[in-house]
């Protein structure tokens, strides 16, 4: 499985950004969908969960409430829209997709910079 991801940026405080995950190769494998973010110096940090089936979402306590997670699966692609950005969302975000067997695969990551 080969992930991308797409859509970060700089952003002001307040505002929003769409990011794009985009998995090929054995997506049919994939169960869950996720992303992370991770900042110089700290732990890669769980953000959101969306499992395949599409009914259940999780969201990290920091973000609940002004993140969203969805999914396109017949093209193969996830999303976190992210409303009311602080400066404490800025980060390298990474999308993830664990496929049976326990599996985890990640895209590069991508950079959003919210400023204050």
């Known amino acids: 499985v080969q992930l991308v991801e797409s859509g970060g940026g700089l952003v002001q405080a307040g505002g929003s950004l769409r990011l794009s995950c985009a998995a090929s190769g054995r997506t049919f494998h994939i169960f869950t969908m996720e992303w992370f973010r991770q900042v110089p110096g700290k732990e890669r940090e769980f953000v959101s969960r969306?499992?395949?089936?599409?009914?259940?979402?999780t969201y990290a306590d920091s973000v609940q409430g002004r993140f969203t997670i969805a999914g396109d699966l017949p093209k193969n692609m996830w999303y976190l829209q992210m409303n009311s950005l602080k400066p404490e969302d800025t980060a390298v975000y990474y999308c993830?997709?664990?496929?049976?067997?326990?599996?985890?695969?990640w895209g590069q990551g991508t950079q959003v910079t919210v400023s204050s």
């Open positions: 993830a997709a664990t496929v049976g067997g326990g599996t985890t695969y």
């Open positions: 969306l499992t395949r089936s599409g009914v259940t979402t």
